[in-house]
């Protein structure tokens, strides 16, 4: 299975962009799926996840300003940004979360979003 991120670009800060993960195939309609983000020299942190019943949870860093979804006819992941700071700027994948951790796919090349004036 491959995932393929969009969406991201050039943001003023306080503005929103909607992200997409598309994905080639598999088992999308009854797993966890997720977004994390890697930023300017940091490690990939888990930004939100939501269950195949639509139960979500967030990073406290954007919590209340993103909100994930999904469209399991679609195979499409999304994450509607808004209130943008600086501090998301990263590079933006989607991926599945094992119970153990770590990850049901290969990473993705992700979409970059940056958060500028």
């Known amino acids: 299975v491959q995932l393929q991120a969009s969406g991201g670009g050039l943001v003023q800060p306080g503005g929103s962009l909607r992200l997409s993960c598309t994905a080639s195939g598999g088992i999308f309609s009854i797993i966890t799926m997720a977004w994390y983000r890697q930023g300017p020299g940091k490690q990939r942190e888990l930004v939100a996840t939501i269950t195949r019943d639509g139960t979500t949870s967030y990073a406290d860093s954007v919590k209340g300003r993103f909100r994930i979804s999904r469209d399991n006819a679609k195979l499409t992941l999304y994450l509607q940004m808004s209130s943008l700071k600086p501090e998301d700027t990263a590079v933006y994948y989607c991926?599945?979360?094992?119970?153990?951790?770590?990850?049901?796919?290969?990473w993705g090349q992700g979409t970059q979003v940056t958060v500028s004036s």
């Open positions: 991926n599945s979360p094992l119970p153990d951790g770590g990850i049901r796919y290969t």
